[in-house]
């Protein structure tokens, strides 16, 4: 016998199945594994437990922290803990389920709905009625607050907006001989020439982790008076104006005016062709040329275009503040929503903020308006922006898996690749959707 | 030296015996253990057992109640019994995951093992620098995922990378590697075999280390081929490894969440979402925490199934 066979008498059939076992397990572990948590719920020691996200740059988080620990009201006081945006969702969810979750905190645009349908969010009415009567609610910009009003009650109050503006580099269309587009049919005729001095005409990307393809394709749909709910909330994928929107996509795709690896692209990819003076146009956040290193002025907020029956419109995301109802005091929680609100202008006034902000006074604040692109998208993009909720005002938890979920990116993915037509892609996300939407 | 010769003498090598030498003794006896030590073996033991129930045997438990009631990752829900997996085994998304997981690992597991033994065979010889060489090689599994992903996707992603670049400059037109469903899925495959192929290597390496040069020299003497000596020898004296690590990269393949995710994402339109990337996406992208959890169930039993037909073949091996 060989020095293998002896070892193979040690190397138990059990002792084996059960370290199979155990590391076959690993998918039913990350599946179910709960995201980190830390501290009591709501808060430690009777301090509101205050949970946001990296919103933008470090700096951001450090001024925010900062505002959040020089809370001190209704014999409370707050802490501050930064969540990463990986996996957000299930740290919330498991910090929440243990009782060690925030009382306050910022997160997903429609985070505050997915909780409150789970009991676990406390209805910010209070808050309301407090910043009607210290005056701050008329600064509300119109219709922002609207949006999480529910038949039981107010689940969040917004505090930021994040919305999706037009951009395009001016020496492309400059050295394409060709004007900046103000429809969809100038918008292909100034694609087929930027595309002729190797530029892309209209960039996007659907790539891991990124979600402005998803978005491009919603802001579309709306821009052709679409959507993907009607005004009672219902879903309506397959309307007549989201066929031609989505047909128009496809046009823009076979014309090589989207650019054909475009459904591959990361933020990363997408970041580096604006970079790069590659492309030209296309929808994305606020703050590009920041982001992308490039604040020469050359890359600058185009107007909102028309679709061809004259529809303009744009998307946005109201992010916004919540409570739960795990909380040392409702009362305080209350009371620190009601600061943190007083105290946001700080973060514009030290231009930390990669959105626009809620307050129409803080829109005309000198640090917002020097910039001319927030002033251009607080004049031109606002006014005509819409949700997720499309035709509909009302937010809901439903929104969420359209946001982040697999029908819309699986749509937005099949429109890129040009490899269909538009009411197959459709019906398809249609059908993506209603499995997974509640009724 | 006739035939039978050399095959007597290659039985007698796989066996690890030198020329003349005399072997193949049995150790097949059975401990009898007193029941003293048994005692002492199980309160040895306890703590462990009681370690692996509570970080697998609970979560274990806690999954079998998620995947059979309609909740979600807070409340419990309704009881629905095996709704949810008629739910995801009658979805084509599930078949679609399942038939690239088994391609993906297919893939994974015998390139990475091709590409591992061809280098640790490569690192028995005298080479320059081999020292050096073998630290190299062992890069793709050292370097933390996130950044070989991006490296990689600098390299393919957009039509002026790196290696698009270089198709395009020799003619041979302009692919791309993630955006097509095809290439991207190939693509996946090789990234996977790239990360892999040094696990494989050092297993192999391990392994060849443990075989006896006279072994190789006896074979000569009897008159066997390199070629020979490869598949009648070395192939059978590091089988033992080969099927543990298959077993192990099949594990790894199957559970592989980073190298998909980070690299496509599981797309361009699903192309590259696996099974573990499809689970993932069910709980936390469609918030559908019960059919998400059936499909880690699924995956879970399936490599158990697989692992335990792997290790039959490790005794099989083992008794040979």
Redesign the interface.
């Known amino acids: 016998?060989?020095?293998?066979?002896?070892?193979?008498?040690s190397?138990s059939?059990r002792g084996?199945?059960?370290l199979?076992?155990?590391?076959?397990?690993?998918?039913?572990?990350?599946?179910?594994?709960g995201g980190s948590a830390s501290q009591g719920g709501g808060g430690a020691g009777g301090a509101i437990k205050f949970w946001d996200m990296p919103w933008a740059a470090p700096a951001y988080n450090d001024a925010a922290k900062k505002i959040a620990e020089g809370f001190s009201g209704a014999n409370s006081k707050a802490t501050y803990q930064i969540i990463q945006w990986n996996?957000f969702?299930?740290t919330f969810?498991?910090a929440?389920?243990s009782k060690t979750g925030p009382a306050v905190s910022t997160g997903g645009g429609f985070q505050a709905f997915?909780?409150e349908e789970?009991g676990?969010i406390a209805y910010a009415d209070k808050v309301i009625e407090k910043l009607k009567s210290n005056g701050q609610f008329d600064d509300f910009l119109p219709g922002v607050v609207e949006p999480f009003k529910t038949s039981k009650g107010y689940v969040a109050v917004p505090w930021q907006l994040d919305i999706r503006p037009l951009w395009y580099r001016k020496s492309l269309f400059e050295k394409a001989g060709v004007g900046v587009p103000t429809d969809w049919a100038s918008l292909l005729e100034a694609g087929k020439k930027l595309k002729g001095i190797g530029a892309v005409g209209f960039a996007t990307g659907?790539?891991?982790?990124n979600n402005i393809g998803n978005h491009l394709m919603i802001m579309m749909m709306l821009n052709n008076g679409g959507g993907v709910f009607t005004k009672d909330g219902e879903l309506d994928v397959l309307n007549d104006r989201n066929v031609e929107a989505v047909e128009f996509l496809l046009e823009l795709v076979s014309n090589g005016v989207i650019?054909?690896?475009?459904?591959?692209?990361?933020t990363?990819?997408l970041n580096?062709?604006w970079k790069d003076g590659?492309a030209a146009y296309g929808m994305l956040t606020l703050g590009v040329p920041e982001r992308v290193g490039d604040t020469s002025g050359d890359i600058v907020v185009a107007s909102p275009i028309a679709g061809p029956h004259g529809d303009k419109a744009a998307l946005i995301f109201p992010n916004n503040i919540m409570m739960y109802t795990n909380t040392p005091s409702q009362e305080a929680s209350e009371e620190f929503v009601v600061y943190y609100l007083g105290k946001l202008k700080e973060l514009w006034q030290q231009k930390l903020m990669n959105a626009l902000p809620v307050f129409k006074s803080i829109t005309e604040m000198p640090e917002f308006t020097a910039d001319p692109n927030n002033v251009k998208i607080v004049n031109e993009y606002v006014p005509i922006a819409k949700t997720f909720a499309s035709q509909g005002t009302a937010l809901s938890a439903n929104l969420?898996?359209l946001d982040?979920?697999?029908?819309l990116?699986?749509f937005t993915?099949?429109v890129?690749?040009g490899k269909t037509d538009a009411k197959s892609a459709l019906t398809a996300f249609d059908t993506g959707l209603k499995s997974?939407l509640k009724k | 030296m006739s035939s039978t010769t050399a095959q007597s003498g290659l039985a007698r090598a796989r066996?690890?015996l030198a020329p003349g030498g005399a072997?193949?003794?049995?150790?097949?006896r059975k401990s009898k253990l007193s029941a003293q030590t048994s005692r002492t073996f199980f309160w040895l033991l306890l703590p462990s057992v009681i370690l692996?129930v509570l970080i697998?045997g609970y979560?274990?438990f806690?999954?079998g109640i998620?995947a059979t009631h309609d909740g979600?990752?807070?409340?419990t829900g309704n009881f629905v019994g095996i709704e949810n997996f008629q739910q995801v085994l009658s979805s084509p998304?599930f078949w679609k995951a399942a038939q690239f997981t088994l391609w993906f690992t297919i893939v994974g597991v015998f390139g990475s093992w091709a590409v591992g033994l061809g280098l640790a065979l490569l690192l028995r010889t005298k080479i320059p620098a081999g020292g050096t060489f073998k630290v190299l090689l062992l890069l793709p599994w050292v370097v933390p995922i996130v950044v070989s992903s991006?490296a990689w996707?600098w390299l393919v992603?957009?039509?002026?990378s790196l290696i698009p670049s270089i198709f395009r400059n020799l003619g041979l037109g302009t692919p791309?590697f993630?955006?097509d469903?095809t290439l991207?899925a190939v693509t996946v495959m090789i990234f996977k075999v790239w990360v892999s192929f040094p696990f494989m290597m050092m297993m192999i390496s391990a392994a060849l280390a443990?075989v006896d040069s006279t072994v190789y020299e006896a074979a000569s003497m009897d008159g066997a081929s390199r070629f020979q000596q490869f598949t009648q020898i070395t192939l059978p004296?590091i089988a033992?490894s080969t099927y543990i690590s298959w077993?192990?990269m099949t594990?790894f393949c199957?559970?592989d969440?980073p190298t998909i995710?980070?690299?496509?994402?599981g797309?361009?339109?699903?192309a590259t979402t696996s099974?573990?990337v499809l689970?993932?996406?069910?709980?936390?992208?469609?918030?559908?925490t019960g059919p998400?959890?059936a499909?880690?169930?699924l995956?879970?039993i399936t490599?158990?199934v697989v692992?335990?037909i792997l290790?039959r073949q490790?005794?099989k091996s083992?008794?040979e």
């Open positions: 016998m060989n020095a293998n066979t002896h070892q193979s008498r190397f059939r084996f199945l059960g199979t076992a155990a590391a076959a397990s690993v998918p039913l572990l990350a599946a179910c594994g996996n969702y299930q969810s498991s929440i389920a997915q909780f789970q676990q659907s790539g891991a982790g650019d054909p690896a475009a459904v591959s692209y990361t990363d990819n580096a062709q590659k969420a898996a982040g979920g697999q029908a990116n699986q993915q099949t890129l690749t997974v | 066996k690890g072997g193949g003794g049995s150790l097949n692996l697998h979560p274990l806690q999954a998620q979600n990752l807070i409340a998304a991006t996707n992603a957009t039509p002026d791309l993630l955006a469903p991207a443990s004296l033992r077993i192990l594990i199957v559970n969440f995710y980070l690299l496509t994402g797309g361009p339109v699903d099974l573990v689970a993932y996406r069910t709980v936390f992208q469609d918030f559908a998400g959890v499909i880690a169930f995956m879970t490599l158990v692992s335990v290790y490790i005794r083992s008794v």
